[in-house]
């Protein structure tokens, strides 16, 4: 059963991973980065069957953070479609070096 | 320091044939080096601490010219050492001299260890034999007199505790190198000398092109030194020994293999570096640039006579090699006639003396190369005798030009031959003195020159009829007819020598004087401090022959110096001389050529040069061939300096300096540049990017630890 879910996890995460590295749309990007948080949450509650509780406390408070961080990423990304009138990444690249 | 001195004078490990000789005999031959060096000290520290003001502030306002503890000490430890040089002297003359006496094996005294590293043990030791003791006594007598002659000569220098501190300091090093016991101690005695000789030669070094001659003189004879030293490594190989007793006696045994020979030669390069023979006597002319006196002592009388004295030191090594031995006479034969063909048309005074000097040193070289050793020691005794003179004579006689000069603030050349003529007159002394020392040197008997000459060109001839040297040959060349060679250049180089020396002292005495009007009053004999030292050695250049008499003309005791030599050079001299001797009516005829041959050139020079001529500035620019010395010195300039200065940029200038330029700092912007491209095209803001590179990091993270 274990197993299954880590193996679920693993996919899960690379989806995640893959879709940050190949997409350029903020909000594709956002979600890709919940995806990989998702599939972290399910590997701890899998293995907290294994050992203790901890695992599934740390899942709660890895939720938490992220809807906070989903409420102030989401701003963020608002404000910036509001300046500059797009989400996609490519085009935001005035913090070149 | 002191006290383990004299324990080591107490328990000095000595080879030495009698106990009694050594014990009375250890401390007389330190004094006789320890003397002058103690001269050195004081004169040097009153150089440094006195008011000698050119060392410390590069200025000539105050002085310690006749500081009287000076005047003392620079001459009197001279003295003293001569004085002691004396009694060693008679204390082995009282032991007999001559083989299978008490003397028959050298006195090595071990004063201290010096390198003892692996089975190399080096000691400083010094060797008392018949040879050091004869040359300890020219260099310390003659030393003497013309340490006594500066105290005129300097007597206005504002750096005259520097000068005598200088002068002390090479008879200190002169002496180590005659009576060093080992290779290495000669070599500190020979580089020293090289070193007082570079300080004196630059001594006025506020010109530039004194201190020019100075360097000239130090580059060339490093090409010396060179040879010496590999002469001294290719020793140590082969012997495992330094020390004269020991390596001589092993490479005697390996006598005429190529490996002697290679030693020989590159002994020989380091002579001829020392004593100024071809091609490297370049230094010897511009070394007049010193004061007179330092050229008289030090590029005349002895330092220059070193490589004559290594050659009949390492006589057992040359008469392993008679092809080496043959090389060191024809290099003499060329010089001494090439140098006296330059002297003919000097017209500096010291310039006809310096060349007179090498052509002088190549009769020296001839004699020892043919295994002449006695010959050779002689000349070189004579010819400190008589060249001495003749270089105290020139100095007294650029005194008086400068006293008259100075006089009356006319600026020309005091040294040129140009503006002098008729100074007979007003220095008879001097002159006497001088005609005495030139006929000496022409071969006008019974004057000392006469005989050494005389027994150098009739054992050349001898050697040359028949002799284990006339039998070996050199480059395909018989012995015999390199040794009849050296005999007719001997012959030439007589001729030269009368016709030149002849010339120099018509210029300079004769006719009619072209200094000036003004300045003829001013013109004096110089001060008796001068001429008594003069005089002295005119003395020596007339009886100096009785040194060693032919059997030919026995008006005294016959062939002293042969029998003081024997047993030092005698069983070389017969390894390569075997039993060559003239008879009685050819040698008659050759003392009668030599003596022709010289008062016909005497008789030239003065038929010659009894015109009068006109002083230096009506003269046009002389830009002859011997004027100019053959061109040598811009030849070595176009063909070695400017070459090698060429490499020099290229290698240095060019290659070392410029890369050396751009790996600092071209190359260091160069670097920061790259880095700093890099770091844009990394933080371009596309923050796919920087997700690819997180996530490859991470990657490269994963795979780190899970490998390890």
Partial sequence: ?97 | MMPVLFAALQDAAVTAPAPALRAGLTVPLALLVLLPLLGFVINGAIALAGPDSVLRRGGTDSTTARNPVVTVVGPGVLLASFAVAVSIFLKMRSLGAGAAGPLDAPLVVTFARWMPVGNLAIDWSLQLDQLSILMALVITGIGSLIHLFSIGYMRDDASYARYFAYLNLFVAFMLVLVLGGSYPVMFVGWEGVGLASYLLIGFWFGEKANIEAGKKAFVVNRVGDFGFLVAMFLIWVTTQQLDYVGAHAALGAMAGSPVVLAIALFLFLGCAGKSAQLPLYIWLPDAMAGPTPVSALIHAATMVTAGVYLVARAAPIFAGAPEASLVVTAVGALTAVFAATIALRQWDIKKVLAYSTVSQLGYMFMAVGSGAYTAGVFHLVTHAFFKALLFLGAGSVIHAMHHAYHQTHRRDDPQDLRNMGGLAKFMPATAVAMTLATLAIAGVPPLSGFFSKDEILSSLFARAQGSPLASASLLGIPGHTVLYAAYGLGILTALLTAVYMTRMLMLTFGGSNRTGEAEQGALHEAPGIMTAPVLVLALLTVIGGWLNLPALIPIGPVGTLDAWLAPVTGASAARLGGTAHLDHNTELLLVGIAVVVGLVGILFGVLRYRAPIADKAHSPEDTGLLANAYRVDGMVDALIVRPFRGLADVILGRGVETGIDRAFSAGGTMLIRTAAFMGEKLQDGDVGKYAWMLAAGALALIAALTLS
């Avoid at chain 1, 995640?16 to 599939?39: D, K």
């Avoid at chain 1, 399910?42 to 409420?71: P, R």
């Fill in chain 1, 1 to 97: 059963m274990i197993a299954e879910a880590l193996i679920v996890s693993a996919i899960l995460f690379v989806i995640g991973v893959v879709g940050v590295l190949t997409r350029r749309n903020a909000i594709i990007l956002f979600m890709c980065a919940e995806l990989m948080l998702n599939a972290v949450n399910l590997s701890f509650v899998a293995l907290a069957k294994l050992h203790n509780v901890t695992g599934q406390v740390f899942v709660v408070m890895v939720m938490c953070i992220a809807a906070a961080e989903a409420a102030v990423g989401l701003a963020i990304v608002i404000s910036v479609f509001r300046h500059f009138g797009t989400v996609n990444l490519s085009a935001l690249r005035t913090l070149r070096g």
